[in-house]
């Protein structure tokens, strides 16, 4: 049974998913193929209850899977799409601005409904599975994760179960994590703040593909760049595209916007907010909405200007703080175009279908998604699927 907010709001959703159908093409073919091995098994997503992955829990279900949902942050699930998912016939505990409790909470209902397989973005299910419910385990089989900051949480776990890394794969990679999060930052940024990047210093905190495609669209756009990144490696990286790469205490000293993009907590805290000049604008692009310290910026006064804005006073400074820290594009835009996102979502079905029929091939511990996988999606896109050119 599903625990959501407002089981009316379905309807919102609904009336947006004709647009989004006439453009998912790759997922409307990645859906047809993934076969009878799905049905009967028991599969929970933790997920950014965002309009595009209705499709994928609409697949799912055709399939004949028990479809559990679960939302991987507070900040970006949309109480429409959990009472859309719902409606459609998924278990769906999730809601806007649930608590970190209240989260724990629903994780512990997915763990004991007999999870087979998991499909995340944050590593933060597999986690608790693996960390509080080792019972679980089986029926718990294997697991999927779709991000850097994920994979880095799952490998310091002795893991009992083999999980794929599609986050490593080049679509995910160089399609998704540089190009189409770097632009929809910006684009969001803009629509929030009714300002441009001309001429405006941007410090990007971490050099990663999201980093990398931040700055670079930042640049596109008429800003400054510079990059603050521990990696010597990308360092360089940073360097050879022409971006001056400086310490973090130099970059906020600098910076008239500030995007955080490691995927660690705490990256802004107490200490580095001192070093912000007056009318600094604070955003964060990463996974964790911890890695702006977002409680020490509200213990001093602060009022909301707009949606998604916020004005602090600061000692005598004004900062401003963009979707309370959260990621930008998807807590206060609509993260990736439809069509764009049409490569991702087609993934992660072709993926979970890889999952659930080859997972007893690997041991426990993190392992790629196998080329397989990616060069089939690519081959239906190269091609045209669904008369898309």
Not at 9 to 37: C, E, K, M, S, Y
Not at 124 to 139: A, K, M, N
Not at 277 to 284: F, K, T
Not at 350 to 355: K, L, R
Request: charged share 20%.
């Amino acid at each position: 049974m599903s625990r959501i907010k407002d089981p009316s709001r379905a309807a919102v959703a609904a009336a947006d998913l004709p647009w989004l159908r006439r453009h998912i093409p790759l997922t409307a073919v990645a859906a047809t193929r993934l076969g009878a091995d799905l049905r009967g098994r028991v599969i929970a997503l933790c997920i950014h209850l965002d309009l595009k992955m209705v499709p994928v829990v609409e697949a799912l279900l055709r399939s004949g899977a028990r479809t559990l949902v679960l939302g991987c942050n507070p900040h970006t699930t949309r109480d429409e799409v959990a009472a859309f998912m719902s409606e459609a016939g998924a278990e769906v505990y999730a809601w806007a601005g649930m608590t970190e409790a209240e989260r724990g909470t629903a994780m512990a209902w997915a763990a004991g409904a007999g999870c087979e397989f998991i499909s995340e973005i944050g590593g933060d299910f597999t986690s608790v599975v693996v960390e509080q419910h080792p019972h679980r385990i089986p029926p718990l089989c294997a697991s999927m994760e779709a991000t850097g900051t994920g994979i880095a949480r799952l490998a310091r776990l002795s893991l009992p179960i083999p999980v794929f890394n599609w986050d490593a794969v080049t679509i995910k990679q160089g399609l998704h994590n540089r190009y189409l999060v770097g632009l929809m930052v910006w684009h969001t940024f803009m629509s929030v703040t009714q300002l441009t990047l001309f001429n405006r210093r941007v410090a990007v905190v971490g050099y990663g593909l999201v980093g990398q495609g931040i700055a670079e669209h930042a640049r596109t756009l008429g800003a400054r760049v510079i990059v603050s990144d521990l990696n010597p490696v990308r360092q360089l990286h940073a360097r050879h595209l022409g971006v001056d790469v400086v310490a973090l205490p130099e970059a906020l000293r600098q910076a008239e916007v500030v995007v955080t993009a490691t995927g660690r907590d705490g990256v802004i805290g107490p200490g580095e907010l001192d070093l912000l000049p007056d009318g600094c604008i604070l955003a964060n692009a990463g996974h964790s909405n911890g890695e702006i310290d977002v409680a020490a910026l509200r213990a001093f006064p602060h009022t909301s200007l707009r949606r998604a804005l916020e004005e602090f006073t600061v000692r005598g400074r004004r900062l401003y703080l963009l979707a309370g820290g959260a990621m930008l594009n998807l807590a206060a835009g609509f993260g990736d175009p439809y069509d764009a996102f049409d490569l991702t979502t087609a993934l992660m079905l072709s993926g979970i279908a890889f999952m659930v029929r080859r997972h007893e091939e690997f041991p426990p511990g993190i392992h790629v998604l196998p080329a397989e996988v990616e060069q089939e999606v690519a081959a239906l896109a190269a091609a045209g699927a669904g008369g898309r050119a």
